[in-house]
């Protein structure tokens, strides 16, 4: 239907995959007035197509049989005066990522993708959020959740919410503090920061913040670490009063 070359690799069936979804959000969202014109009951069996550019259109089902591709939904049109408009919307969502799938993972058997290529597939996949949840807000209130649930980490894994005048004040490995206190003000800014850094990157590997990770805050340096980095269990985290990173322990002991 489309007259493009198919995706041979995992990088490229991801990319058609984010392609076609990105125009079925279109549909079912920013351009929602002009889709819901083409399903026109009066009119035979329509499908939503997501296309690799990320646009989309509304037409009959390929004659071709089998098709060369898996077929999206057949007959949404019949459904929209039936239903409430956001509830019409919601299903042709659901059938939609069922679709995105299904054309993903045929493209993955057609090129003989193995289990390791498949996994890798769907977890590239899994990290975006799924049409229906885009269409319905779920993916919204997910990312509140999440955003208050870390808030909220803070204070259960070592790094309790202090007031920053209470907090302990860092002093850099590669700069000791003075016993005059001289170079605290130039300390204070490296601390603030770090602090700054620390609430977005890992400080032992310096990767991003991931949702699916588990974090703990150092109460020293306030840097934020994957657990594994600093093999620290949310078990063994529980225990702990007050955490201190690698570095802050080790700088500690040579004090």
């Keep these: 239907m489309e007259g493009i070359p198919h995706p041979k690799t995992v990088e490229e069936v ?17 351009d929602v007035e002009k889709f819901y014109q083409q399903c026109d009951p009066e009119k035979e069996n329509l ?22 591709l898996p077929e999206p939904a057949l007959g949404i049109n019949f459904a929209r005066n039936g239903m409430l408009e956001k509830d ?16 993903s993972f045929y493209f993955g058997a057609r090129f003989g993708f193995g289990k390791n290529e498949r996994k890798r597939l769907f977890q590239m996949i899994n990290d975006f959020p799924t049409v229906f949840e885009i269409v319905t807000g779920a993916a ?19 790094g309790r919410m202090q007031p920053r005048e209470a907090q302990p004040k860092v002093v850099k490995m590669s700069a000791p503090k003075d016993e005059d ?15 700054e850094q620390g609430a977005t990157l890992c400080g ?30 949310p078990a063994k985290a529980e225990h702990i009063k007050q955490y201190k990173c690698p570095s802050c322990g ?3 002991a040579r004090v």
């Design 14 to 30: 991801f990319n058609d995959f984010k392609g076609r979804r990105a125009g079925l959000i279109k549909a079912l969202t920013s």
């Design 47 to 68: 499908c939503l197509y997501g296309l690799p550019n990320e646009t989309w259109e509304v037409n009959l089902p390929v004659e071709e049989v089998p098709p060369e």
């Design 88 to 103: 019409w919307l919601s299903l042709v969502a659901v059938h939609s990522d069922s679709w995105l799938l299904s054309v």
């Design 140 to 158: 919204k209130q997910a990312k509140e959740q999440l955003s208050a649930q870390n808030n909220s980490s803070k204070s259960n894994y070592g």
């Design 181 to 195: 206190g001289s170079g605290e003000e130039e300390d204070e800014e490296e601390e603030e920061e770090e602090n």
């Design 204 to 233: 032992a590997c310096g990767d991003n913040y991931a949702s699916d990770e588990f974090w703990i805050c150092c109460d020293i340096c306030e840097r934020w670490f994957h657990g594994k980095c600093v093999k620290i269990t």
């Design 250 to 252: 080790s700088k500690r």
